[in-house]
């Protein structure tokens, strides 16, 4: 099965095929993994009728506070079976400067969350669920996941408002906490430091070092000697939840440790960062073999793609192709190009 990805970040990929796992507040529709009221009060009222009378209001308080912050470390690789849509080049590509990927998948992704999928290197099927998007006008929504099973909740992660169904959308779904590696934005990164200490108000950057402005009662700017980016960072994090780290442009790019005692830091640091909305961008390894296609944006730079990563795609050959807009109808039309070898 053909499935596909449109991003902005088509150059990126080919050096290191990897996709976003994107935090479900992240998304763009704020019902995204939502629960309606209805389904919420059914679930508390079939747990609490299983609680002894003494642990009842307790414990149903405690669960529903659950099933509001449902999905709250779910993350989301929206993928789509429609290709060549001009709407979604605009939309998610960067207004034609990305372009999309074709991925040939091993199994057909049907209706349901168990699709079983070779997209990724992470193949262990308890630790995602995978399937098509149901679409739901405004009465409907919720009815898919509305019975008393409290399992049904995995459901909601699949269903959205019937004005989206142009994008033909599959989703992969999985803890976000359990990316391969994550890239934080240095601005981001110092941006919460500074949201957390009145006195500085600004800051400048140098290479891997930052120079805090301070203000003192006088209303004095003050600034100080330049600080170590990763002391930053490890104040953040914490150094031991870190099992590697290094600086990739203006970016932050990490992995956790997730295999010995420090597993649970390293998910209090992940959780501290969600909850003061700090960006941050979980990413999850692609399976290489599986890129079949590369369709490139009418303003995409095809100087941007260097020949020698492309080796690593055994099944991709000589599939890259430029979309170029048509005057006739209005659609993309595609045409193979050559990627010229590196002299």
């Given at each position: 099965m053909k499935i596909y990805k449109y991003t902005p970040h088509i150059s990126l990929f080919l050096k290191e095929p990897a996709l976003a796992l994107t935090p479900a507040c992240y998304l763009n529709d704020p019902f995204e993994a939502k629960l309606t009221r209805k389904y919420k009060d059914d679930a508390v009222s079939a747990y609490a009728k299983i609680l002894k009378e003494h642990n009842r209001e307790r414990f149903s308080k405690r669960f529903r506070e659950d099933l509001d912050n449902n999905g709250a470390y779910s993350g989301i690789v929206s993928l789509t079976t429609r290709k060549g849509s001009s709407m979604m080049m605009s939309h998610y590509a960067n207004n034609h400067r990305g372009g999309f990927l074709e991925f040939t998948v091993s199994d057909e992704i049907k209706d349901g969350i168990n699709n079983k999928i070779n997209l990724f290197n992470q193949r262990d099927s308890n630790h995602y669920n995978c399937g098509l998007v149901i679409y739901a006008g405004d009465n409907e929504r919720g009815i898919l996941y509305s019975a008393a099973n409290i399992a049904a909740l995995k459901k909601s992660f699949f269903e959205k408002g019937d004005e989206w169904k142009i994008e033909e959308e599959i989703r992969y779904v999985a803890d976000f906490r359990r990316a391969d590696y994550f890239i934080m934005p240095i601005k981001s990164l110092l941006d919460y430091y500074i949201s957390r200490i009145?006195?500085?108000?600004?800051?400048?950057?140098?290479?891997?070092?930052?120079?805090?402005?301070?203000?003192?009662?006088?209303?004095?700017?003050?600034?100080?000697?330049?600080?170590?980016?990763?002391?930053?960072?490890?104040?953040?994090?914490?150094?031991?939840?870190?099992?590697?780290?290094?600086?990739?442009?203006?970016?932050?790019?990490?992995?956790?440790?997730?295999?010995?005692?420090?597993?649970?830091?390293?998910?209090?640091?992940?959780?501290?960062?969600?909850?003061?909305?700090?960006?941050?961008?979980?990413?999850?390894?692609?399976?290489?073999?599986?890129?079949?296609?590369?369709?490139?944006?009418?303003?995409?730079?095809?100087?941007?793609?260097?020949?020698?990563?492309?080796?690593?795609?055994?099944?991709?050959?000589?599939?890259?192709y430029s979309c170029k807009l048509s005057d006739v109808d209005f659609s993309l039309e595609f045409n193979r190009i050559e990627i010229p070898e590196s002299i």
């Open positions: 009145d006195v500085i108000v600004d800051y400048t950057i140098d290479n891997d070092f930052v120079r805090f402005i301070y203000q003192d009662y006088d209303d004095n700017k003050l600034s100080l000697r330049p600080k170590k980016i990763q002391d930053v960072f490890f104040n953040i994090m914490s150094e031991e939840c870190i099992e590697s780290f290094i600086f990739s442009g203006g970016n932050i790019v990490f992995e956790i440790k997730l295999s010995d005692d420090n597993v649970i830091f390293s998910m209090m640091a992940l959780n501290r960062l969600v909850k003061n909305n700090v960006v941050f961008y979980p990413m999850i390894k692609v399976n290489p073999s599986v890129l079949t296609g590369v369709y490139l944006g009418a303003r995409f730079n095809e100087k941007d793609i260097n020949h020698e990563g492309l080796c690593m795609f055994d099944n991709l050959k000589n599939n890259i």
